[in-house]
Nanobody, 118 residues
Framework: QVQLVESGGGLVHPGGSLRLSCAAS????????MGWYRQAPGKERELVAD???????NYADSVKGRFTISRDYAQNTVYLQMNSLKPEDTGVYYC????????????WGQGTQVTVSS
């Protein structure tokens, strides 16, 4: 079982920055691909960025060059640095931990609200 606790959301003006954190416990953190997803009102949840156990990263086209995902293995934490925020970045951001194999493991955090508005 994996517990994921997000923090760092809030209200920010367009062009501003936020850093989201996701603390993981209850498993071998280093073996999971960690990701950030978001869900805007009336829309489906979408991948924002993820980072593999080896440190390879992947970003949605809409956030490339503005967002950076990273992970701290010692702290069992994954971060999402969000710069140059736009109103369309508004949504609930969810942390995800996934490991595929003979059995696929997929865990979600409770979500943190990000609102970009003037």
């Amino acid at each position: 079982q994996v517990q994921l606790v997000e923090s760092g959301g809030g209200l920010v003006h367009p062009g501003g920055s936020l850093r989201l954190s996701c603390a993981a416990s209850g498993t071998i953190f280093s073996t999971y691909t960690m990701g950030w997803y978001r869900q805007a009102p009336g829309k489906e949840r979408e991948l924002v960025a993820d980072i593999t156990s080896g440190g390879s990263t992947n970003y949605a086209d809409s956030v490339k060059g503005r967002f950076t995902i990273s992970r701290d293995y010692a702290q069992n934490t994954v971060y999402l640095q969000m710069n140059s925020l736009k109103p369309e970045d508004t949504g609930v951001y969810y942390c995800n931990a996934k490991r595929t194999g003979i059995i696929t493991y997929n865990f979600w955090g409770q979500g943190t609200q990000v609102t970009v508005s003037s």
